[in-house]
């Protein structure tokens, strides 16, 4: 954390950005019922906000966090192969088992497409979980968007619209690798540059995701409310049945518990404001973006009540290893 901003500041950005999923969910709201409190943060300024938040992500990575993967291959390659089948094999799933409309299912499983998103990171901390991973994952599966996202969306949605493979690998090579591999730049050539900006990074990708969902929201109102507890369900289950088979999958795969907490996190948490770019970049309709846009909300929200019972687990079984003798090896009876 930089040392020109107190600590009191850094306690109200950490709790700021702690409220992720409640300014989401406070902003969604208020742009159903006002629309145009959101609606001029449109056009060009959505994939400039998708830019930013991929930069203070790249800001945060090191090629060191690239070299990881060769100290744990087999935990990064799990967390990545399951986010590239769990996911979007759940989409095309719920698209059918829900009877989605066109732009609702084609949105659904474009989001499932997406790679894993960087608030993976800090809920992985909040939890305690393995923080070091979760920022391989994404790291990898963020770089691998941008060839799977394009490929997965358009072997999954072609029964439901025509999917331009290759304007999708465009738009992704520019939201995606361009600003990541900027803030990667700068982290390594201009390194005090970054430092000063790494502590408001985390607020200002709040603030961008925040405007990108309540923008998409208002924009759709009345598409939304006409069939919008369906989709809702549907998005619901996307994000709760990523991170149970995420969990689950890994524990079986791995044996290791944490290993399992961090890729649940990673396979249940997509880029969502990546699915509202690509969406608003692809199809005229903004009826696809939708699905996105709601997405950030349920995977937050579902998030932060994991990273609560995990924490609450974590610390209890540190307190039983302070505590039992045996455990801990004071006592060798």
């Keep these: 954390m930089s040392a020109s901003i107190c ?25 159903l019922w006002k629309p145009e409190f959101f609606t001029w943060f449109s056009g060009p300024l959505i994939p400039i906000g998708l830019g930013v938040i991929m930069l203070g992500m790249g800001l945060t990575l090191t090629l060191e966090d690239f070299r990881r993967v060769l100290t744990m291959p087999r ?56 923080v070091p991973l979760s920022v391989t994952m994404t790291a990898c599966s963020t770089v691998l968007a941008v060839v799977m996202t394009p490929i997965l969306t358009g072997e999954l949605a072609g029964a439901y619209v025509h999917v331009d493979r290759i304007g999708l690998l465009i738009d992704t090579l520019k939201v995606v690798v361009v600003p990541v591999f900027l803030g990667l730049a700068m982290n390594r050539l201009l390194p005090r540059l970054t430092r000063s900006l790494l502590p408001v990074a985390p607020l200002v990708a709040v603030l961008a995701i925040t405007l990108i969902v309540a923008s998409i929201i208002g924009a759709s109102k009345s ?47 997509q880029n969502s404001g990546l699915g509202v770019v690509l969406a608003r970049g692809s199809f005229a309709n903004p009826a696809f973006a939708i699905p996105s846009a709601i997405s950030s909300l349920f995977h937050s929200l579902i998030a932060s009540m994991l990273a609560a019972v995990w924490r609450h687990s974590a610390e209890k079984y540190q307190e039983t290893l302070v505590k039992s003798p045996r455990i801990n090896g004071t006592n060798d009876g």
């Design 75 to 130: 935990q990064v390659l799990v967390g990545v192969l399951l986010q590239y089948t769990v996911m979007p094999a759940l989409g095309l799933s719920l698209a059918r088992l829900y009877h989605l409309p066109k732009p609702f299912a084609v949105g659904l499983i474009l989001v499932s497409c997406c790679p894993g998103g960087t608030a993976s990171n800090v809920v992985s901390f909040i939890a305690k979980a393995d």
């Design 223 to 269: 598409i939304i409310l006409s069939s919008g507890l369906t989709l809702v369900a549907a998005v619901a289950s996307l994000h709760a049945g990523g991170f149970l088979f995420g969990y689950a999958l890994s524990r079986l795969m791995t044996g290791e518990e944490i290993t399992a907490r961090t890729v649940s996190i990673e396979v249940g948490m």
């Design 7 to 31: 600590y009191p500041c850094c306690a109200m950005l950490v709790a700021l950005v702690n409220g992720f999923p409640l300014w989401v969910l406070a902003c969604g709201l208020l742009a």
